[in-house]
């Protein structure tokens, strides 16, 4: 059974810190890149930051670049998303997302439930 498991998420104030967790299982987590979004409220669900299957390469929404960094630890089957300098802006749910793709038309896409990330003073 796939599950993605984040935590991490609260109420920090602006300026502040937190760092979010995603603990995979009941697939191989090496073979997927991974990546968290965030929604909120009233808004479409947006692409943070990626990570690629082996860690060698990253990418970040330009309104993330610079104050977020994401990483992994294959080994333990977690990916992290450190994020500085937090504003109000940021205030969402955060989602961990697993996907590789198997084919030209076929990709295997897994989704945590969630977890609140909440900046305000």
């Known amino acids: 059974q796939v599950q993605l498991v984040e935590s991490g998420g609260g109420l920090v104030q602006p300026g502040g810190s937190l760092r979010l967790s995603c603990a995979a299982s009941g697939f191989t987590f090496s073979d997927y890149a991974m990546q968290w979004y965030r929604q909120a409220p009233g808004k479409e669900r947006e692409l943070v930051a990626t990570?690629?299957?082996?860690?060698?390469?990253?990418y970040y929404a330009d309104s993330v670049k610079g104050r977020f960094s994401i990483s992994r630890d294959n080994p333990k089957k977690t990916v992290y998303l450190q994020m500085n300098s937090l504003k109000p802006d940021d205030t969402a749910v955060y989602y961990c997302?697993?996907?590789?793709?198997?084919?030209?038309?076929?990709?295997?896409?897994?989704w945590g439930q969630g977890t609140q990330v909440t900046v305000s003073s």
């Open positions: 997302n697993a996907w590789r793709q198997i084919s030209l038309t076929q990709t295997y896409n897994y």
């Open positions: 990570i690629s299957s082996t860690g060698t390469s990253s």
